[in-house]
């Protein structure tokens, strides 16, 4: 086989995870590449000393806080979102109350802000920004010494 496999199989096989006929395939090409028998056996090198020096899962911290309020919220919604009571219905009432503000207040401060720009870029204009002497009557190329 002479011609050379594309990229996605040749990256397959470096990761030893090709298999079937296609490893067959670029076993075959690749026994006349030694560049690419290199390659692969520095993937597998490294592969080893990352599971020497790196466990293999890693257990996240504060797990049970999190899953005990997704297991919450699961709750909640398979319960219709029933009204919450107690120090946290407080909050969620302060929250809906942001949020109606909130939904207000930034379409309009965006719009002002805009015409404040708008009004400004008007008032801006006109100014004459001067350009190269008298003496000089075409471009000038920059050259690095």
């Known amino acids: 086989m002479n011609t050379m496999p594309d990229e996605e199989l040749l ?3 470096v990761e030893d995870e090709l298999q079937g006929t296609d490893a067959a395939t670029v076993e075959a090409w690749a026994a006349t590449q030694p560049e690419w028998l290199e390659h692969r056996d520095q993937a597998r090198q490294m592969k080893s000393l990352l599971r020497a020096h790196l ?15 997704i ?11 029933a009204p919450v009571t ?12 942001f949020s109606s503000f909130w939904r207000f207040f930034l379409p309009t401060t965006a719009v002002a802000g805009m015409a404040l720009c708008f009004w400004a870029g008007t008032r ?10 008298v003496g000089q009557s075409g471009p000038v190329l920059y050259t690095p010494e």
Do not use: Q, T
């Open 55 to 69: 466990p293999a899962a890693v257990e996240p911290p504060y797990a049970d806080f999190f899953n005990s309020r």
């Open 86 to 97: 107690g120090p946290s219905a407080a909050a969620a009432a302060v929250r809906s109350g």
């Open 124 to 133: 801006a204009g006109n100014r004459v920004i001067p350009g190269p002497s």
């Open 71 to 81: 297991s919450r919220e699961i709750a909640r919604e398979a319960a219709g979102a």
């Open 11 to 13: 990256a397959l096989w």
